[in-house]
């Protein structure tokens, strides 16, 4: 029974540091646009398309590949916002949401229309593959990186947030955009970097769901990508360490539901979901948020 | 002013073409059979539709004609999603006024378009929905392949003779219609042969993390697993079940037998066997083997389950319009259930209020490659 609940738990903090690197891209495009970027889920399956052609199709090394996806993926993200968000920035927040899913279902069907949608086997490097077994507890090795990788980067975002100056440019933007720009810093120089942070993010999250769940198809990215919304939600949107709180609570609590109550397995992502409208309705500004229109990040 | 002469002569032209596209198209009409075809070309079952459609349009070419007229065949893409399946079919029926429709290829859809067809009184003949409930008290259903009390039962008597599993888990995927039907109909013939089911747990289509489902059937340690579920979850189930160090045999239905299966699935297949439809070597009928040929001449591959039972109901189709003398959906739709003894690419046809009475094929995967193991009899 503890090594069940024990491997149940492993589980869920693996799904839930998943979760997690997706929802920070949710939440700094929310902390400096105010708006929901809908189409961050579709940008996670671009990170994986792209990784699994440097594989097959470049036959680069798996890291080189990784790499190299996770930086063009960040470069999708700063053309979508340069082409679709930019234009229309100071337009209601709601054309900018329409806008966002508008992109979310283009981006599907490009990827339907060049690639098809037949599931694709992604390739899994050896380092990867491996299983730790002790006693009656098994590990795949991709559920021990998934938690480290995830950490690391969140680290490395509040290093960048807190302690340099294009850190203190985006936090001085999701205060007030309009006097950011009046101190003379360039706001659409750093909103780019936030989108290429964001979108990097969601192209690691989207290479590691690949390497535990090896199948990609071009509407991988929705699932992922609304729960993780639902995470950033749960956490306090805007805020980024509420966003990775948000995501191992969601990962967590999922696993425990099937874990007590076996015959609600099959409702596993409704949760997700029933829980956004709990926090929706009980705590709008999640766990960590702040007055809303305050501070950001 | 010149430009506005030239907008207004290019305007003019175009409206003239299209108009006369538009009545050559349905000028064209009069001398061609429309059939409207429903797969699931993206989606969760996207290989379905992609295999189902490459054998309808190798039926095609063998049989290109009925009553000597063009068939013509529509398709739409239902997404594997049961209201795209329903919009699909409003679609077909209504904007592109088909005789017959073939298609959905999977239970939950069918039984989605059910009531549009049957209200429009089209027949609609699925390849692959194996669901009983598809056909009960209709009139306008007609179906390629056996039903799920059938495979089920055959899946139930595998394990217990040949597996000699004693105990069962069940993996149920509850957004479909075909793995909750035929997860019962094991169940009930399991029971009956003295098996006992230890475990069930539930998935949905779609999702690909099952660690925590994995995780709560282990304790239970059952001798099978059985999955009737499509492939791609059972594929990533048997990696992560086969990662977690379940490793009892997996026994599944016709929703595993596409190759996506064992690319998806990899080593962690290996030795699944499943309940289907077809199988390359059971092919005994010349029309069989002519489509093997046509198959593997066209696509360098053997046909799949629904590759074939795809062609099967196309060729039924065809059959029954030539049948009925007319092209007529009421007429096309009463000599369609009234198959009998046709030889068809799966072997002999025959309907029984529009569900197709015919053996069960054991296939199972072996080093990458699904093997034939046996055909079981009604």
């Known amino acids: 029974m503890l090594t069940t609940v024990l491997q149940q738990l492993i589980n869920g903090l693996s799904a839930g540091s998943l979760y997690a690197l997706v929802a920070i891209g949710y939440t700094m495009v929310y902390g400096v ?41 960040g470069f999708v993200g700063v053309l979508v916002e340069k082409l679709a968000y930019k234009p229309i920035r100071n337009a209601s927040r709601v054309s900018l949401l329409i806008t966002a899913v508008g992109v979310s279902f283009f981006l599907e069907n490009l990827f339907l229309v060049l690639f098809g949608g037949v599931p694709k086997a992604f390739p899994i490097a050896p380092i990867f593959h491996g299983v730790l077994n002790y006693n009656q507890l098994y590990l795949p090795v991709v559920s021990i990186y998934t938690p480290i990788v995830a ?34 810093i360039n706001v659409d120089i750093v909103i780019s970097l936030v989108f290429f942070l964001g979108s990097s993010l969601a192209a690691v999250g989207g290479i590691l769901w690949s390497t535990q769940y090896p199948s990609i198809n071009p509407l991988m990215g929705i699932m992922p990508g609304l729960k993780a919304f639902a995470a950033a939600v749960l956490g306090g949107i805007g805020d980024v360490a509420g966003a990775a709180i948000g995501g ?29 409208i709990l926090v929706l309705l009980f705590k709008p500004t999640g766990i960590m948020g702040k007055e809303l229109e305050r501070k950001r990040f | 002013m010149k430009r506005l002469l030239f907008k207004t002569v290019l305007f003019a032209l175009v409206t003239i073409f299209a108009i006369g596209y538009g009545v050559s198209k349905t000028y064209a009409a009069s001398n061609t059979i429309k059939v409207g075809v429903v797969y699931s070309m993206t989606g969760p079952v996207a290989s379905f539709g992609q295999s189902a459609w490459q054998g309808l349009q190798v039926a095609k070419e063998i049989m290109p004609t009925a009553l000597g007229k063009k068939i013509d065949l529509i398709l739409v893409d239902d997404q594997g999603d049961k209201v795209q399946a329903a919009n699909a079919v409003n679609k ?37 929905g194996t669901n009983p409930l598809l056909t009960e008290g209709k009139n306008f259903i007609s179906r390629a392949c056996f039903i799920d009390p059938f495979q089920g039962k055959v899946a139930a008597i595998y394990a217990v003779k040949d597996l000699h599993a004693k105990t069962a888990a069940l993996v ?32 949905q289509t779609g999702e690909s993390n099952f660690s925590a489902q994995i995780a709560s059937l282990k304790p239970a340690n059952p001798q099978i697993i059985y999955m009737p579920c499509y492939y791609q979850e059972i594929a990533l189930f048997a990696r992560q079940a086969r990662e977690f160090g379940l490793k009892q ?60 039972l795809s062609a099967d109901a196309y060729f039924m189709l065809v059959n029954a319009i030539d049948r009925a003398k007319s092209d007529n959906p009421i007429k096309i739709n009463t000599a369609l259930r009234a198959t009998k003894n046709f030889q068809g690419v799966t072997g002999n046809i025959t309907l029984v209020k529009g569900d197709a009475i015919k053996p069960a094929v054991i296939e199972k995967v ?8 046996t055909t079981i009899n009604p």
Not at chain 2, 279 to 295: M, S, W
């Open chain 2, 172 to 203: 149920i995927d509850s957004a479909q219609d075909y793995s909750v039907g035929l997860a019962k109909f094991f169940e009930e013939n399991f029971k009956k042969l003295g098996g006992r089911i230890v475990a069930k747990t539930f998935i």
């Open chain 1, 33 to 73: 646009l105010r708006m929901i970027n809908f189409a961050h889920g579709d940008i996670l399956m671009v990170g994986a398309y792209l990784a699994f052609f440097g594989i097959s199709a470049f036959m680069l090394p798996w890291w080189v590949s990784f790499i190299t996806a996770i930086i063009l993926t």
């Open chain 1, 151 to 184: 950490l690391v980067l969140l680290y490395m975002l509040l290093y960048i947030l807190h302690h340099t100056k294009y850190g203190m440019a985006m936090r001085s933007i999701a205060l007030d955009i309009d006097t950011t720009s009046l101190m003379g």
């Open chain 2, 92 to 128: 077909l029926i209504y904007d592109n006024k088909v005789d017959a429709i073939i298609g959905p290829l999977i239970s939950g859809n069918v039984m989605s378009a059910t009531p549009i067809v049957e209200k429009a009184k089209i027949p609609l003949i699925t390849p692959t």
């Open chain 2, 249 to 308: 045999p997996i026994l599944a239905g016709d929703g595993a037998a596409e190759a996506a299966l064992i690319k998806v699935g990899g080593a962690a297949v290996n030795g699944l066997t499943f309940t289907t439809g077809f199988a390359p070597e059971a092919i005994k009928t010349p029309l069989g083997k002519k489509f093997e040929q046509a198959y593997q001449a066209k696509y360098h591959k053997l046909p799949d389950n629904f590759a074939a």
């Open chain 1, 248 to 276: 191992l609570i969601l990962g967590i609590s999922e696993v425990l539901i099937v874990a007590f109550f076996p015959s609600l397995a099959g409702y596993k992502d409704a949760f997700a979901f029933l829980l956004l």
């Open chain 2, 366 to 373: 072996e080093n990458g490659k699904f093997v034939y193991v």
